[in-house]
């Protein structure tokens, strides 16, 4: 079993569209858990992050993480274009500062 | 303040070739990091650097991988001899040494083609 699962998608939104991002993971030791956008031939940036569970918001983003079903989530409102891009979960633990990536969510979001 | 950058961009390589990729972290970043990601797999990470120390060096696959870091500023990875399942897009990062451990600024990638 994969520590960190994603659905790959891919996944096409009508602009204006709520999208959801969903990552499930296996490592109860993960304490904080990252949202990356990744463009074409980009590196990942860093959407947003949280440590241990709850929710976090930032403008159309919205960052869930259940911790008791092992479950983070990525909201975004009112979708743009410009959010077509690639989104990646990330987890790490306290102890050591690797992060583990999920394999990748593939967003369109069309005009 | 300039990002993460990465050197060469791309780079097509035979089987049994060496090649050397070069990563300078942003200014004052004491972590550096190295992660990989081959066809249709996720990103792995392969070593972290503190300063010029490896501070964690558990994801490199082979000792065909070699991470230096001299004088804790920029970093390189060699690979020798290349093998066709090292092709992939190498990304490095970096951050500061006591603030935010997860915010890890990422580089463009380096695109490795081994043929």
């Known amino acids: 079993q994969k520590e960190v699962e994603q659905d790959p998608g891919p996944l096409s939104v009508p602009e204006g569209a709520i999208v959801s991002l969903n990552c499930t993971y296996s490592?109860?030791?993960?304490?904080?858990f990252m949202w990356y956008r990744q463009y074409s031939r980009k590196g990942p940036e860093l959407l947003m992050y949280t440590y241990s569970s709850g929710n976090k918001e930032d403008g159309r983003f919205t960052a869930q993480v259940d911790k008791s079903s092992k479950y983070i989530s990525l909201f975004i409102r009112d979708s743009q274009p410009s959010d077509s891009a690639t989104y990646l979960c990330?987890?790490?633990?306290?102890?050591?500062?690797?992060?583990?990536f999920g394999p990748g969510t593939s967003l369109s979001v069309i005009p | 303040e300039a990002g993460v950058t990465q050197f060469p961009s791309h780079s097509v390589i035979e089987k049994g070739q060496t090649v050397t990729l070069r990563c300078d972290p942003i200014s004052g970043h004491d972590n550096l990091y190295w992660y990989r990601r081959v066809m249709g797999k996720e990103i792995k990470f392969l070593l972290h650097f503190v300063k010029e120390s490896k501070q964690d060096e558990s994801g490199m696959p082979n000792n065909r991988f070699l991470a230096e870091r001299t004088g804790g500023t920029y970093s390189t990875l060699k690979v020798q001899p290349a093998e066709l399942e090292d092709s992939g897009v190498y990304f490095c990062?970096?951050?500061?040494?006591?603030?935010?451990?997860?915010?890890?600024?990422f580089g463009p990638g380096t695109r490795l083609t081994v043929t």
């Open positions: 490592n109860s030791a993960f304490q904080y």
């Open positions: 990062a970096s951050s500061r040494a006591s603030e935010d451990p997860y915010e890890q600024y």
């Open positions: 990330a987890m790490k633990t306290t102890s050591y500062d690797k992060v583990i």
